[in-house]
C-alpha cells in the first residue's frame, strides 16, 4: 500500500506541477466557445471536452485529489468505547505482537486508494495489483 500511495501522491503532484506552470491567471474557467475561436481545428465537441483539463480545472481537481488522500489517511481506528471489549490493537501496535487491524479500517482505506489509483491506471507505473 505504501508504494501506491507514493505512486499516487507523485503522479498527482506531477499534474499539478505541470498545470502551475502553464496557468494563466484568467485561465480559470475557459469555455468551449474560447478553445474554438483561439483554435479552428477544434470542434465543439472537442472543445467542450478540452475544458475539462485546462490548468485551472487540473489544478482544482489536483489539491482536491491530495486533500482527499489526506482525508483518506487519517481515517481512526475504532477506539474502545466502553461497550465493547476491545479497541482494535492498531490503536497500540507496541502492544500486539503482530498487530492487525480488526476494526476495518484499513480495507476500507486500502478500498478507497485502490478505485481513486485507478484512475490513473493509464499512467507509467501503474501495477495491475493495484487494481481495484
Ligand atoms: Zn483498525
Redesign the pocket.
Known amino acids: 500500500m505504501t508504494e501506491l500511495i507514493a505512486w499516487l501522491r507523485a503522479t498527482i503532484e506531477g499534474d499539478l506541477a505541470k498545470a502551475r506552470d502553464v496557468v494563466q491567471p484568467d485561465d480559470q474557467w475557459y469555455t468551449a466557445r474560447d478553445l474554438f475561436e483561439e483554435a479552428p481545428c477544434v470542434d465543439w465537441d472537442e472543445g467542450e471536452f478540452l475544458t475539462l483539463y485546462t490548468p485551472g480545472v487540473v489544478i482544482a481537481r489536483c489539491e482536491a485529489e491530495l486533500a482527499e488522500i489526506d482525508a483518506i489517511m487519517a481515517m481512526?481506528?475504532?477506539a474502545w468505547d466502553g461497550r465493547s471489549e476491545y479497541?482494535?490493537?492498531?490503536?497500540d501496535p507496541d502492544a500486539y505482537a503482530g498487530p492487525?487491524?480488526?476494526?476495518?479500517?484499513?480495507a476500507i482505506v486500502n478500498r478507497l486508494l485502490r478505485i481513486k489509483a485507478s484512475g490513473y491506471r493509464h499512467r507509467p507505473g501503474w501495477q495491475e495489483g493495484w487494481a481495484p
Open positions: 481512526p481506528h475504532y479497541g482494535c490493537p492498531m490503536l492487525v487491524c480488526t476494526c476495518g479500517r484499513d
